[in-house]
């Protein structure tokens, strides 16, 4: 994998934002493969397809591409996407794609990651305000993806700090991430909720710490009135799919990631 951006592109180009888009758009296209399947190319989508910029044509998986130039590893809490209405339409059908969040400096990719589709819901899009009437595109109203709110469990590295993961490995990691996704858009909230959860706890906790989060979790999700009964449930489906191990006596353990 070439981290560094074929820069002859830019000719012609004026404005920065312009520059960005054509040089990551190109990049990806030529140097990323598809983290479910594992396929070498991606493919770019129909142009003005909405919120999708890349198909698998292996597996049919839908990507978007959301790049900044920044020499940090740690993401912005929010990034700015397309049509507000447009985006909760397709989280809606659950016919959403998954995001590549990308930084990049002096024409090369420092850090990638990959965000499975199953953890984007209604919750971590923010309705931008319509643009004014002063405005080229008077009334638009776009939106931002709360990257902040999804766990961190969800954000699968695929360059980080300049060094490329192996292929493999990111494709492991994508499909067990993937395999904690929901049929539903509440079900999705709950992993989402309960995960987040289990995040700010230490290593090992108890089921008594995490039930610390119920009041908490009955403000987000206020027609559920079995709070304690979700939460180990919730915590169950983490079990089995590999994100948590049960100790024994009410004491879970979360199973590190390696890069």
């Known amino acids: ?17 312009q520059i960005a888009r054509v040089l990551t758009e190109d990049w990806l296209s030529h140097n990323m493969y598809c983290p479910v399947c594992g396929e070498s190319v991606l493919q770019r989508a129909e142009a003005n397809a909405p919120v999708k910029d890349y198909v698998c044509q292996h597996c049919q998986s839908q990507y978007e591409l959301k790049s900044k130039h920044s020499v940090s590893d740690v993401f912005s809490q929010s990034v700015a996407d397309g049509v507000y209405d447009t985006m909760i339409h397709r989280i809606s ?11 990049y400096d002096r024409y090369e990719v420092n ?8 953890f984007f819901t209604p919750k971590v899009i923010d309705k931008r305000k319509p643009l004014p009437p002063t405005a080229r595109r008077a009334g638009w109203v776009g939106c931002n993806i709360l990257l902040g709110d999804i766990p ?6 695929i360059i980080h700090h300049g060094q490329v993961r192996r292929t493999e490995d990111v494709v492991r990691e994508y499909n067990r991430v993937y395999a904690l ?21 230490d290593k090992c906790f108890t089921l008594r710490q995490i039930y610390a989060f119920a009041t ?10 079995h709070i304690h009964d979700k ?6 489906d983490l079990r089995d799919k590999g994100v948590l191990e049960f100790k024994g006596r009410g004491l879970y353990q979360k199973v590190e990631r390696t890069l």
């Open 181 to 201: 996704q929901a049929k539903t858009l509440e079900g999705r909230g709950w992993l989402m909720d309960v995960l987040q959860c289990v995040e700010r706890l």
């Open 152 to 157: 961190d469990t969800a954000k699968i590295p």
């Open 111 to 118: 850090n990638l990651i990959i965000v499975p589709k199953c």
């Open 93 to 103: 059908s659950l016919d959403n794609p998954s995001f590549f969040f990308m930084h």
């Open 231 to 236: 939460i180990r449930q919730q915590l169950q």
């Open 216 to 225: 908490e979790l009955s403000l987000k999700h206020p027609n559920n009135h």
């Open 1 to 17: 994998m070439d981290l560094r951006f074929n820069t002859s592109l830019a000719a012609g180009y004026k404005s920065g934002s």
